[in-house]
């Protein structure tokens, strides 16, 4: 008895959780963080991109912030996020809604609907804009007048277009996050609801909707912020036209940048998309909250 009393503690080992997290810190400073230090302090300068760099103070900002096509890219970049987020949204939840069901087909539609996002958004924006065209595409080979229009050459209809494509492109990925978050909800809410007499729309805007209303955040922020980054689709698609029709921010700066070799005004624009961007997902993070009660029940 004397030696297991005088044994001394176990050591506990060292827990190594902490050291897997280095891989993904080392990728995030290399690939997020360090390029943004870069874009920032080349906002300071001037430079073609090929030549030396020279430091230039603000003026590359000055540039930028008194350019009468900076408030035009900005307004069509919240356009193109505001009027995405009203058309994929709704979408998403009742596409989710459906596939969170049982029935064996809503598993294939479900791979069908996942197709969008697999394909490349350059190849899709080729793609439509062969479909689209008004003397080869889909409307003059199936001679139907309706579907025959200039749909890239007017600004109204082009902008259409883009946020169409971008919806049919991105809706099946957050139709799967909003299935994971119908599938978490408790069933005993439903039953309880279906007790009390409550039909499927009922338990949809009763139970459904309050139930996402993290998963609606969390599917916000990245509609947002990713609307931000939009840059090949639309590129390809109409190039920011006709005229500036459809010119984001993104494009914007691509413009500065590689064709106008600008490398500090597009750097500085780099900038100012990082900051919109981080500023609207604290903005939505505030709006949706978390209070311990919705969090247990929240699926998502």
């Not at 991105?170 to 309880?192: C, M, N, R, T």
């Amino acid at each position: 008895m004397s030696s297991l009393t005088n044994r001394p503690p176990r050591r506990e080992p060292r827990s190594i959780l902490p050291w897997l997290a280095v891989p993904a810190l080392v990728l995030f400073v290399g690939f997020a963080v360090l390029p943004l230090i870069g874009a920032f302090a080349l906002s300071f300068t001037t430079w073609d991109g090929i030549g030396a760099i020279h430091p230039s103070g603000l003026t590359s900002w000055r540039a930028v912030l008194t350019d009468p096509g900076l408030p035009h890219a900005l307004w069509v970049t919240f356009l193109v996020m505001a009027v995405s987020w009203a058309v994929q949204t709704p979408l998403s939840i009742l596409l989710g809604t459906f596939m969170a069901g049982r029935q064996r087909y809503r598993a294939v539609l479900g791979v069908v609907y996942f197709v969008p996002l697999m394909l490349s958004s350059a190849a899709i924006a080729i793609a439509y804009k062969a479909l689209l065209d008004p003397n080869f595409g889909l409307g003059a080979g199936l001679k139907i007048d309706a579907l025959s229009k200039d749909w890239l050459g007017r600004p109204g209809l082009a902008f259409g277009v883009v946020v169409f494509v971008v919806s049919w492109q991105f809706v099946p990925f957050h139709s799967l996050i909003y299935q994971g978050g119908v599938q978490q909800i408790p069933k005993s809410l439903y039953e309880a609801a279906q007790l009390d007499g409550a039909g499927r729309i009922r338990q949809f805007f009763s139970i459904t909707l309050p139930q996402l209303k993290y998963t609606i955040i969390t599917s916000s922020t990245l509609m947002v912020v990713g609307s931000l980054t939009f840059f090949d689709l639309i590129f390809v698609l109409t190039e920011g036209g006709p005229g500036d029709a459809t010119r984001v921010l993104a494009l914007d700066m691509y413009k500065r940048g590689f064709q106008a070799s600008l490398m500090g005004p597009a750097s500085a624009i780099a900038v100012i998309l990082v900051l919109v961007g981080l500023a609207l997902a604290l903005l939505l993070r505030r709006l949706g909250g978390r209070d311990a009660g919705a969090s247990q029940l929240e699926g998502a």
